[in-house]
């Protein structure tokens, strides 16, 4: 019965997110074959009138995936040097206290991250902002952008909000792994006379590096489908061709479809974000794929 059961739950998950990529392909198809633009290759983005449809995914995809790697990239040794303190270094009672304050930070409501963002973070980073552009502005990520700097609503911005809404995530998951390591390994260790540190690089790291990669890949899945934070932070440049520039603005692919909800007035028009909400799901997928296969290659089953 429980062997049943198992199956039964796993082929239903399976078939579940298969039903879900058939239903955003098959009504994502009307409006692709009547797009008069290349849909992965063009940035514009007019879905007013259904007899002149241009649509293209390519400025929406840049900012979803620069604002979600810029995120990952900072919280990652963060969430890192957290779980380390709190499993190694941190006394039992100490640890429990700042483990529950880390998590609490995943019971954030999104929209109170985004007006955190707009209304504090993002005008407090402008100086930060400015001297990265004026001294580092040769490096492509730190030149000029579409969008104003003084505002604070760019993707630099938008990136370290979204570092602190998958931090927890991130620091739970490493944190749990960590504090499994067999303690024979850790007392052997000792016993040579390893240090903490040496112990850690040793025994800790090797043992965790997976599920610490899992818990980033799962991280960045849920910073890849944020949308009312960004939704709030972000600057409009639609429409303009990025500058791979950190001091860009523009949309995600979610919060472009949450941004523009009122154009769905009819199949066609509404197919257009269907199909960029397509793109989003098979990221998403391809990102969790990779998570599962980094764990299988370390973990060798």
């Given at each position: 019965?429980?062997?049943?059961?198992?199956?039964?739950?796993?082929?239903?998950?399976?078939?579940?997110?298969?039903?879900?990529?058939?239903?955003?392909?098959?009504?994502?198809?009307?409006?692709?074959?009547?797009?008069?633009?290349?849909?992965?290759t063009s940035g514009e983005w007019t879905t007013g009138d259904p007899n002149d449809m241009r649509f293209g995914i390519l400025y929406l995809l840049w900012v979803t995936v620069a604002t979600a790697a810029f995120a990952l990239v900072l919280a990652m040794p963060v969430a890192l040097g957290i779980a380390l303190f709190l499993t190694q270094y941190a006394p039992r009672a100490l640890a429990r206290v700042f483990a529950y304050?880390?998590?609490?930070?995943?019971?954030?409501?999104?929209?109170?991250?985004?007006?955190w963002g707009l209304q504090v973070l993002g005008p407090a980073l402008v100086p930060t902002a400015e001297w990265l552009n004026t001294n580092l502005g040769w490096f492509p990520l730190f030149s000029d952008g579409n969008v104003s700097i003084r505002g604070g609503g760019t993707i630099f911005t938008a990136g370290?909000?979204?570092?602190?809404?998958i931090l927890p995530i991130i620091t739970a998951i490493t944190r749990e792994i960590f504090e499994r390591t067999p303690k024979d390994q850790i007392e052997g260790a000792l016993a040579l006379g390893a240090t903490r540190?040496?112990?850690?690089?040793?025994?800790?790291?090797?043992?965790?590096?997976?599920g610490y990669v899992s818990g980033s890949m799962l991280g960045l899945g849920r910073a890849l489908g944020e949308t009312v934070a960004l939704y709030?932070?972000?600057?409009?440049?639609?429409?303009?061709?990025?500058?791979?520039?950190?001091?860009d603005g523009d949309a995600t692919i979610a919060s472009k479809i949450a941004n523009d909800a009122a154009e769905f007035n009819n199949e066609i028009s509404a197919?257009?974000?269907?199909?960029?909400?397509?793109?989003?799901?098979?990221?998403?997928?391809v990102v969790n794929a990779l998570a599962r296969w980094i764990t299988t290659s370390r973990t060798g089953k």
């Amino acid at each position: 019965m429980f062997r049943g059961l198992a199956l039964g739950s796993g082929g239903f998950v399976v078939a579940l997110i298969a039903a879900i990529g058939i239903f955003l392909l098959l009504q994502a198809l009307p409006s692709l074959q009547a797009n008069q633009v290349s849909f992965l290759t063009s940035g514009e983005w007019t879905t007013g009138d259904p007899n002149d449809m241009r649509f293209g995914i390519l400025y929406l995809l840049w900012v979803t995936v620069a604002t979600a790697a810029f995120a990952l990239v900072l919280a990652m040794p963060v969430a890192l040097g957290i779980a380390l303190f709190l499993t190694q270094y941190a006394p039992r009672a100490l640890a429990r206290v700042f483990a529950y304050i880390i998590d609490l930070l995943a019971a954030v409501p999104s929209i109170i991250f985004g007006l955190w963002g707009l209304q504090v973070l993002g005008p407090a980073l402008v100086p930060t902002a400015e001297w990265l552009n004026t001294n580092l502005g040769w490096f492509p990520l730190f030149s000029d952008g579409n969008v104003s700097i003084r505002g604070g609503g760019t993707i630099f911005t938008a990136g370290i909000v979204l570092a602190v809404m998958i931090l927890p995530i991130i620091t739970a998951i490493t944190r749990e792994i960590f504090e499994r390591t067999p303690k024979d390994q850790i007392e052997g260790a000792l016993a040579l006379g390893a240090t903490r540190w040496e112990v850690i690089r040793t025994t800790v790291l090797p043992f965790g590096r997976a599920g610490y990669v899992s818990g980033s890949m799962l991280g960045l899945g849920r910073a890849l489908g944020e949308t009312v934070a960004l939704y709030l932070i972000l600057s409009g440049a639609s429409g303009r061709a990025p500058e791979l520039s950190l001091f860009d603005g523009d949309a995600t692919i979610a919060s472009k479809i949450a941004n523009d909800a009122a154009e769905f007035n009819n199949e066609i028009s509404a197919g257009a974000y269907i199909a960029a909400g397509l793109v989003l799901f098979v990221l998403t997928f391809v990102v969790n794929a990779l998570a599962r296969w980094i764990t299988t290659s370390r973990t060798g089953k």
